[in-house]
């Protein structure tokens, strides 16, 4: 049964940060390309980074380089996304995905909101 668990999300102060988990189980870990997408209340999902199975390539929206950096630790089945000089306008559900030849699976979410 494949399972994607994010945690770490929470309330942080702009200027903030946070580290977001997300556990894998039920599949081939690197073998999956893994990647973070958000979802603001009222707007549509948005990929936020990618990392390849390998963990030797990432990307990144526009609106989060150099802020946030993604990675992986394939020998324990997990995606890390740190999150740093956060932005009100990073709230947001965070999700996890994993993707491998155009199918993939996702996580529940998890919260984040950066508000004063």
């Known amino acids: 049964q494949v399972q994607l668990v994010e945690s770490g999300g929470g309330l942080v102060q702009p200027g903030g940060s946070l580290r977001l988990s997300c556990a894998a189980s039920g599949f081939r870990f690197s073998s999956y390309s893994m990647s973070w997408y958000r979802q603001a209340s009222g707007k549509e999902r948005e990929l936020v980074a990618s990392?390849?199975?390998?963990?030797?390539?990432?990307n990144y929206a526009d609106s989060v380089k150099g802020r946030f950096t993604i990675s992986r630790d394939n020998a324990n089945n997990t995606v890390y996304l740190q999150m740093n000089s956060l932005k009100p306008e990073d709230t947001a559900v965070y999700y996890c995905?994993?993707?491998?030849?155009?199918?993939?699976?996702w996580g529940q979410g998890t919260q984040v909101t950066v508000s004063s």
């Open positions: 995905k994993a993707v491998r030849s155009g199918s993939g699976y």
């Open positions: 990392i390849s199975g390998l963990g030797d390539s990432t």
